[in-house]
């Protein structure tokens, strides 16, 4: 009888395994794909993760980047730029460093979407934004984007093909 | 000249950190995905020519010679996933999953996904369908589900950036950008994955969404 309930309870949990991993609908086994690769912002990783450490930031899950990695972030701003105070945004070393630390673009879904334009402040990415140019100024540029002047701009503000009006945006490959 | 020195001081010891390679947007920037067809280069999020839409371009591949272009192709067992986050807790609250399949694109959602996270699986059934469009052909272009368009193909590179100099310039080898800079990416190609959706199957109550993409490889 222990025995029978014993068979009973693991081809019920037996066959709980077997149908959550079934598709309801055709009986074939769910197929399920794992992160190999993650971007948001341009060159965040690139500029402040340690080499030894970039695999696992593009792995690690936004919600949960901001903890493993906002204090590393602000140690590789402030040995990038010694001398770093506040930047453009008005933001410290450790309130502009938590902003990245969490690695998502945002994107406005009621007006212009730009990295930086004058006006609008992280609003998207839009393919002529000159991204790099704006991450030099926030990070080497200080508080009124007038420090460090040899290293605010990389002196390439556009894109070496024009981009279309229309979908898909992008220009013809080379 | 002192603030220069300490800065270039700063700048080498980084660069000893990060083993003095380094690169840009997202090309090739983790050793786990180097030249693999899951390595994403670039994410963009702009609104359409058709203000009441949003686009999301996903960049894969990059640094492609266009010798090298023709033989390029989506990974059959990639899936790219753009995730969208519509109430600011970094967590996605929709997905738009790409994958390709028999020479075609096929796209799903946006849709709520099953699970959160670093594992996925397709969801739902597939909202539109485009032919990944072969190099030096003009480009095809689907429109599936609620005006979904979706793109799929080669297009030229449209990030910018004189890498090789700053490159240089955390190497502690020079101090400054050159005037004009000098365009490390022109010339050169990746694979795009370009999908304009309508605001509307967002969402987006707060008037924005945090986006990030992922490149998922079959388990």
């Known amino acids: 009888m222990k025995k029978n309930i014993l068979s009973i309870v693991t081809l019920l949990a037996v066959s709980v395994v077997l149908f959550s991993a079934c598709d309801k609908d055709d009986g074939k086994p769910v197929v399920y794909y794992q992160t190999q690769d993650q971007m948001a912002r341009p060159a965040i990783n690139t500029v402040f993760v340690d080499a030894a450490e970039k695999d696992v930031f593009n792995t690690t899950t936004p919600s949960a980047q901001g903890a493993a990695f906002a204090t590393k972030f602000r140690n590789k701003l402030l040995a990038l730029n010694p001398g770093y105070t506040t930047n453009l945004l008005g933001l410290d070393a450790t309130a502009f460093t938590n902003v990245l630390a969490t690695d998502v673009l945002t994107g406005s879904t009621t007006g212009v979407t730009s990295f930086y334009d004058g006006t609008n402040v992280l609003t998207g990415r839009a393919l002529a934004d000159d991204v790099i140019d704006v991450e030099l100024i926030l990070i080497f540029g200080g508080p009124m984007a007038t420090m460090n002047p040899g290293l605010t701009s990389d002196n390439v503000g556009t894109n070496d093909k024009a981009f279309l009006t229309s979908f898909p945006y992008l220009a013809t490959p080379h | ?219």
Request: charged share 20%.
């Open chain 2, 1 to 219: 000249m002192k603030l220069k020195r300490v800065l270039t001081i700063g700048l080498a010891s980084a660069g000893i950190i990060t083993a003095g390679i380094l690169y840009a947007a997202d090309h090739i920037d983790s050793p786990a995905v180097t030249n693999q067809s899951t390595d994403i280069t670039d994410i963009y999020v702009f609104r359409a020519q058709d203000v009441n839409n949003l686009v999301f371009v996903a960049n894969t591949q990059g640094l492609l010679a266009p010798g090298a272009t023709a033989a390029a192709s989506f990974d059959n067992n990639t899936v790219i996933e753009f995730n969208i986050d519509n109430n600011g807790d970094a967590v996605e609250d929709l997905v738009i999953q790409g994958i390709s399949s028999g020479g075609k694109m096929r796209l799903y959602g946006p849709i709520k996904p099953s699970e959160t996270g670093n594992r996925s699986r397709l969801e739902g059934n597939p909202t539109a369908e485009v032919a990944i469009t072969p190099y030096g052909s003009s480009p095809s272009i689907a429109t599936g589900i609620g005006g979904i368009k979706v793109f799929a193909g080669p297009r030229d590179d449209p990030f910018f950036f004189d890498l090789n100099q700053f490159k240089k310039i955390i190497a502690g080898t020079a101090t400054s950008f050159n005037k004009p800079g000098d365009d490390s990416f022109k010339g050169t190609n990746v694979l795009s994955l370009v999908v304009e959706v309508p605001k509307s199957l967002l969402n987006a109550t707060t008037g924005k969404v945090n986006v990030w993409v992922e490149t998922k490889k079959k388990i």
